[in-house]
């Protein structure tokens, strides 16, 4: 069956340091991976997606993902965190007419 | 050109009442997705249409819950007898075209329901 798990409910780090957030997935075939973000009172806004080749990509507001089959991860990372980041981030996988979220990272940001 | 819109943004009912939330995607979306995203949870799937017919149902949590889209536009989201339990925020979202699992979904800000 399909599904996301992200392991960190929370995550607080300082402005200007890097991020990572974890997500893995369980999914039999090869996986369409999503990372989406949310404000509060805002829809989910699509950061990046990964369908196939490069196994590392690029997203907006200067966020990155990186695909690894053998750890059936795709972490989503960002090298300097900005105030405006403090969001809630959801990791999905799709399955032709739906996806499977996770059940969210909320980030925040230390000035 | 406009996102996805859904309203009411906000709707409080009792319990037993009837409520309707309405999704409006964006022009020329062909599928439409709803959502419920309970407190502390990602959203959970619970209907697909592709044009006017609800294509995948099985996220329906029971059969106080039915959508429809009768024109392939703009959908409604439909609960009899609301209990305390369906309180949580319902999203709606579009994609281009479906069936593809590289499809997008642009997700609306969505509804909060709220049941007392």
């Known amino acids: 069956a399909q599904s996301v798990t992200q392991p960190d409910i929370h995550i607080t780090v300082s402005e200007g340091a890097s991020l990572e957030l974890r997500c893995n997935y369980s999914?039999?075939?090869?996986?369409?991976l999503f990372w989406y973000v949310q404000s509060p009172g805002q829809g989910l806004q699509l950061l990046l997606k990964?369908?196939?080749?490069?196994?590392l990509v690029q997203g907006i507001k200067g966020f990155e993902a990186e695909f690894k089959r053998s750890q059936s991860s795709f972490n989503l990372r960002k090298p300097s965190v900005h105030w405006s980041d403090a969001a809630e981030y959801f990791c999905?996988?799709?399955?032709?007419?739906?996806?499977?979220f996770g059940s969210g990272t909320k980030l925040n940001v230390k000035p | 050109g406009a996102g996805v819109s859904q309203t009411p943004s906000n709707k409080v009912t009792e319990k037993g009442k009837y409520v309707e939330l309405r999704c409006d995607p964006i022009?020329?979306?062909?599928?439409l997705y709803w959502y419920r995203q309970s407190l502390g949870q990602g959203p959970e799937f619970l209907i697909y249409?592709?044009?006017?017919?609800?294509?995948?149902d099985s996220g329906l949590p029971n059969d106080r819950f039915f959508a429809v889209r009768p024109e392939g536009s703009v959908s409604t989201l439909k609960i009899q007898r609301t209990e305390r339990g369906d309180s949580a925020v319902y999203l709606c979202?579009?994609?281009?075209?479906?069936?593809?699992?590289?499809?997008?979904?642009?997700f609306g800000p969505g509804t909060r329901l709220t049941v007392l």
């Open positions: 249409f592709q044009g006017t017919g609800a294509a995948d």
């Open positions: 999914y039999g075939a090869t996986p369409y």
């Open positions: 990964y369908f196939s080749g490069d196994t």
């Open positions: 999905a996988v799709s399955n032709f007419n739906k996806f499977y």
């Open positions: 979202a579009s994609s281009l075209m479906a069936g593809g699992r590289s499809d997008t979904q642009y």
């Open positions: 022009s020329g979306h062909t599928a």
